[in-house]
């Protein structure tokens, strides 16, 4: 994190500040995955600037987690870029690339990154990513997500002396007036009635900026468009794309090797071949620069061919348009749900399974490991209109996202709550109402899901290196969401500090759920605990039988 000291300015940061911000700005695009899908209706109304958003940052963090943890600011924001030019989609997807290239030129730039601020670091770092999204882009339009990040650059520039707080959250805000300024800018936002969909992408990431620095999340209102439920077309079948596009085909591959001079004749090939073309070449040293291209065409193959006569070309993906459309509309052979509501949580153990039944919702097990299509075949049994999903950090969230597409449907919506443990999920579960309107009831529960610190009890399987110390093989560790926090050498002394830990900030109530490797004389340590130090806290026990925890414990 940055080091915050006198009068609130930033002096200098440390790299976890990127891998935090990479990760959080995965989990903010994963929620709003659908919100963005539903947006897109420039340059064409394909629904899938979200997905591709999230894909792309989503590939920018798993190249994070693969940097040496001693890595230093530069390395890390590097592997990031390559990370996300290697694995880009679609033109959003570049696009959202460039910025994170433009946060590693940055990082390069400053001679002693030890002396680096955070300032220069999202100042320079939005910039340059500005100027290299526009030059990426053939034909740059006013009121696309180019001219959001542009205003975050400024803005950044201005607020140069405040705090990193205020200067991340200045960025943020100022973003999110320019996102509003969108339909005015593009008529065929206007049209729509919409804000840019690859705006609302880059609002995700500056908020969530705000959020690892600052540790309070930015609320934003539901920005609604005329694409519903998660990016199924909200127009006639009968009805022609509205966007400026007319091409069939989105095209993109990779070209090795390539020189300058050949990379602006394949520009201007593709341009006359089709529209919407972006050509961004990665961030990496080597022998000859690797380009991601991507244009929207009637001629698929011509565009292929454009490539291969100036370098190798790889990781060719051609999607239609037309077909992307019909797959999305409604099989009109499939029935109406016959129920309104369903909530699916995932779930280890035999006692949690009947925990989870008992409160209401149909339970997956997942004891032995849960694969996509487990879960899509779970969801598609409830037969319901509304489904809520807790897959309670047994997906990730690139599956997640492929189940989403695969159940989706104009007769079915569901919403995935971003819960981490079973913990959460019952937390949900306790203010689920069927009564309430579907989006009443979501919120409540993610309300509820999102106010409940977890903690677990785990055995170490091997001698690591945690935030509490070096742990040994046989030691049980107390964690804190995913942070080891606690190291005992028995599960009573781990128990009862990991709860003390927890209670530091308060508490109404402490749900445990019991492992089936769990000593009772650790239970009645907490048991015994809970009434002498907190005596006016509920506590409730239940014996889950989950195999891959001691415990799990929930503070609300």
């Known amino acids: 994190m940055a080091s915050v000291f006198d009068g609130g300015l930033t002096r200098t940061m440390n790299p976890q500040l990127l891998r935090d911000w990479a990760h959080a700005a995965v989990e903010g695009l994963d929620g709003l995955r659908g919100e963005i899908n539903d947006l897109n209706v420039f340059p064409i109304p394909d629904s899938d600037t979200g997905s591709n958003m999230l894909f792309t940052m989503a590939a920018a963090a798993a190249a994070v987690d693969e940097v040496p943890d001693d890595a230093g600011i530069a390395a890390v924001a590097r592997k990031m870029a390559d990370g996300a030019v290697a694995q880009a989609r679609g033109n959003s997807g570049i696009i959202l690339s460039q910025i994170l290239v433009g946060l590693a030129d940055a990082a390069e730039l400053v001679p002693d990154e030890t002396q680096m601020t955070f300032n220069q670091l999202w100042s320079s770092g939005l910039r340059l990513g500005s100027l290299a999204a526009v030059r990426a882009v053939s034909e740059p339009r006013e009121g696309t997500v180019l001219t959001v990040i542009r205003?975050?650059?400024?803005?950044?520039?201005?607020?140069?002396?405040?705090?990193?707080?205020?200067?991340?959250?200045?960025?943020?805000?100022?973003?999110a007036e320019a996102l509003e300024r969108t339909p005015e800018q593009l008529p065929e936002l206007a049209d729509a009635g919409v804000v840019d969909a690859g705006g609302r992408g880059f609002l995700a990431l500056a908020d969530a900026m705000v959020a690892v620095l600052t540790g309070v999340a930015q609320r934003r209102r539901r920005y609604r468009g005329i694409l519903l439920g998660g990016g199924d077309p909200g127009h006639q079948q009968n009805d022609g794309c509205s966007g400026s596009s007319?091409?069939?085909?989105?095209?993109?591959?990779?070209?090795?090797?390539?020189?300058?001079?050949?990379?602006?004749?394949?520009?201007?090939?593709?341009?006359?071949?089709?529209?919407?073309?972006?050509?961004?070449?990665?961030?990496?040293?080597?022998?000859?620069?690797r380009f991601s291209v991507h244009v929207h065409t009637c001629e698929p193959g011509k565009a292929v061919e454009a490539g291969v006569i100036?370098?190798?070309?790889?990781?060719?993906?051609?999607?239609?348009?037309?077909?992307?459309?019909?797959?999305?509309?409604?099989?009109?052979?499939?029935?109406?749900?016959?129920?309104?509501?369903?909530?699916?949580?995932?779930?280890?153990?035999?006692?949690?399974?009947?925990?989870?039944?008992?409160?209401?919702?149909?339970?997956?097990r997942a004891d032995d490991g849960l694969t996509p299509e487990a879960l899509v075949d779970a969801i598609r049994a409830t037969d319901s209109a509304h489904v809520v999903v807790m897959a309670n950090g047994k997906l990730a969230s690139q599956d997640l996202v492929t189940v989403t597409a695969a159940t989706r449907s104009t007769l079915r919506s569901v919403v995935f709550l971003p819960t981490s443990s079973m913990v959460q999920c019952l937390s949900a579960l306790a203010v689920h109402d069927a009564s309430e309107s579907p989006d009443a009831d979501t919120y409540a529960m993610a309300e509820a899901a999102a106010g409940t610190r977890?903690?677990?009890?785990?055995?170490?399987?091997?001698?690591?290196?945690?935030?509490?110390?070096?742990?040994?093989?046989?030691?049980?560790?107390?964690l804190i969401g995913s942070d080891v926090l606690v190291i005992a050498p028995d599960q009573t002394g781990a128990a009862t500090a990991l709860v003390d830990l927890m209670m530091?900030?308060?508490?109404?109530?402490?749900?445990?759920?019991?492992?089936?490797?769990?000593?009772?004389?650790?239970?009645?340590?907490?048991?015994?605990?809970?009434?002498?130090?907190?005596?006016?806290?509920?506590?409730?026990?239940?014996?889950?039988?989950?195999?891959?925890?001691?415990?799990?414990?929930?503070?609300?």
Request: glycine share 12%.
């Open 151 to 175: 205003i975050g650059a400024e803005t950044a520039a201005v607020n140069f002396a405040e705090s990193a707080g205020d200067l991340a959250r200045a960025v943020a805000d100022d973003c």
């Open 504 to 556: 530091t900030t308060g508490g109404e109530m402490v749900t445990v759920m019991a492992g089936s490797q769990v000593d009772d004389a650790a239970l009645d340590a907490v048991e015994l605990q809970m009434r002498r130090s907190y005596a006016g806290v509920e506590l409730a026990v239940y014996r889950t039988g989950q195999s891959d925890q001691l415990l799990q414990i929930g503070v609300e």
């Open 454 to 478: 977890w903690g677990s009890l785990v055995r170490a399987r091997a001698k690591i290196m945690t935030l509490a110390g070096t742990c040994e093989v046989g030691d049980v560790l107390g």
């Open 246 to 289: 007319e091409m069939d085909f989105e095209v993109m591959y990779s070209l090795d090797g390539a020189a300058g001079d050949q990379v602006g004749s394949l520009r201007e090939t593709l341009n006359e071949l089709g529209d919407s073309v972006v050509i961004v070449g990665d961030s990496s040293a080597g022998e000859g620069e």
């Open 310 to 364: 100036r370098g190798p070309v790889t990781d060719i993906r051609i999607s239609c348009f037309a077909l992307d459309a019909i797959r999305s509309q409604v099989d009109t052979a499939e029935p109406p749900p016959r129920h309104k509501r369903a909530v699916v949580a995932v779930v280890t153990g035999e006692g949690a399974a009947e925990l989870f039944s008992e409160a209401g919702a149909v339970v997956l």
